[in-house]
């Protein structure tokens, strides 16, 4: 909620009629994001596809898409990861512990702080010098490229 209250200036507004922007906000939010989660069209994004949408100047929609879609499935990596970290019995404010669950869950020990333009720039790379490997889902080689770009210390 803190993003939301951002958006909205207390100050101005007061606090009530903050909460009710913030909660008119989330009932469109909610179902929008549910039903793009729900279009198949993401199980259709190849690679091809994706490097085109990525080689689009920055101000574009197509290009707005392309970071959308590769920060997707590095949070959605990660929220698997911590989902099965939990599970595991694994302590989330363990640092150490965590990270390395995370590195065997999703392949890959890429900065926590890496930002969505690092995520988009290794993944166009990683397309463009892979031709070959083009024609496979598009979330499969985004974490492929992180793995590769990003791997984690061997023990």
């Known amino acids: 909620m803190r993003g939301l209250q951002s958006l909205c200036k207390i100050?101005?507004?007061?606090i009530q009629t903050c909460r009710r922007m913030e909660f008119?906000?989330?009932r469109w939010i909610v179902p929008v994001v549910f039903a793009?989660?729900?279009?198949?069209?993401?199980?259709?994004?190849?690679?091809n596809k994706l490097l085109r949408f990525c080689e689009k100047p920055k101000d574009t929609p197509?290009?707005?898409?392309?970071?959308?879609?590769?920060?997707?499935?590095?949070?959605?990596a990660d929220y698997?990861?911590?989902t099965a970290a939990l599970a595991a019995?694994?302590?989330?404010?363990d640092e150490r512990a965590f990270r390395g669950y995370h590195a065997m869950v999703v392949g890959n020990c890429?900065?926590?702080?890496?930002?969505?333009?690092?995520?988009?720039?290794?993944?166009?790379?990683?397309l463009k010098q892979n031709p070959n490997e083009r024609h496979y889902p598009a979330a499969g080689l985004t974490l492929t490229a992180l793995e590769k770009?990003?791997?984690c210390p061997s023990r």
Do not use: H, W
Not at 11 to 14: D, I, M, R, S, V
Not at 89 to 93: A, M, R
């Open 149 to 151: 770009a990003f791997p």
């Open 89 to 93: 019995g694994i302590n989330l404010d």
């Open 80 to 82: 698997t990861s911590m």
């Open 24 to 26: 008119r906000m989330l």
């Open 36 to 47: 793009a989660a729900a279009t198949p069209a993401t199980a259709e994004i190849d690679g």
């Open 110 to 126: 890429q900065a926590k702080d890496m930002t969505p333009q690092q995520a988009v720039d290794v993944t166009t790379l990683y």
């Open 11 to 14: 100050a101005l507004y007061g």
């Open 62 to 76: 197509d290009y707005a898409f392309c970071v959308g879609f590769i920060t997707g499935t590095t949070l959605s």
